[in-house]
């Protein structure tokens, strides 16, 4: 079992849909979430971090957790085309080290 | 603010032949990262490093990888002998807190290296 899994996809939305993508962990002590974008080509960049259960919401991103069911989550509202990339969960274990998930890929369709 | 700066950004090398990749972080952060990331995958952690110790060096093939952080700034990571299975991106990160758990680790990557074995 993958310490951080997301599923690959694509995931393909219409412009202005929601866009859902899901990731699970498999460390029940992680404390960090993380959300990072990659563009093709280009390096990760993050949108979101989450520590706590629940929501957390920051324009058009809203993060969510679920520590029981080690499961986080990244609602994104109104989808742009230029929100098309792959989206990367990341996870910080309780000795602080970092993994990433192989990402999902998502396509906003004009 | 200056970014995560990596060099080269490009390097073509023959299986069997070493490489050295170089890293500066962002000014006055702690922990440093290398990963590896192959096409269509995500980023895989290599070593992460605080301040100039190691933290977590468990997926760093030392046979052939080694990597050092030099008066807890700028790092290199080496190759030796390269293998063609290590073609891929090399990304150097950097965040300012303390890698714990509850630590802000917002990671700022470099824009990587581009590896390709032959």
């Known amino acids: 079992q993958k310490e951080v899994e997301q599923n690959s996809g694509p995931l393909s939305v219409p412009e202005g849909a929601i866009a859902s993508l899901n990731c699970t962990y498999s460390d029940r002590g992680s404390q960090s979430f993380f959300w990072y974008r990659q563009y093709s080509g280009k390096s990760p960049e993050l949108i979101m971090f989450?520590?706590?259960?629940g929501d957390k919401e920051d324009g058009r991103f809203t993060a969510q957790l679920n520590k029981a069911s080690q499961y986080v989550s990244l609602l994104i509202r109104d989808s742009q085309p230029s929100d098309s990339a792959t989206y990367l969960c990341?996870?910080?274990?309780?000795?602080?080290?970092?993994?990433f998930g192989d990402g999902t890929t998502l396509t906003v369709k004009p | 603010e200056a970014g995560v700066a990596q060099s080269p950004r490009y390097k073509i090398i023959e299986k069997r032949q070493s490489v050295a990749f170089w890293c500066n972080p962002i000014s006055g952060h702690a922990t440093l990262y290398w990963y590896q990331q192959i096409l269509g995958q995500g980023p895989k952690l290599l070593i992460q490093f605080q301040n100039n110790g190691v933290v977590d060096d468990s997926q760093l093939p030392k046979d052939r990888f080694s990597a050092e952080r030099l008066k807890g700034v700028d790092s290199t990571l080496k190759i030796q002998p390269a293998k063609l299975e290590d073609s891929a991106v090399y990304l150097c990160?950097?965040?300012?807190?303390?890698?714990?758990?509850?630590?802000?680790?917002?990671?700022?990557f470099g824009q990587g290296t581009r590896l390709t074995v032959v």
């Open positions: 990341a996870v910080n274990t309780n000795a602080g080290k970092s993994t």
């Open positions: 989450i520590y706590s259960n």
């Open positions: 990160a950097s965040s300012f807190g303390w890698a714990g758990p509850f630590g802000n680790t917002e990671a700022f």
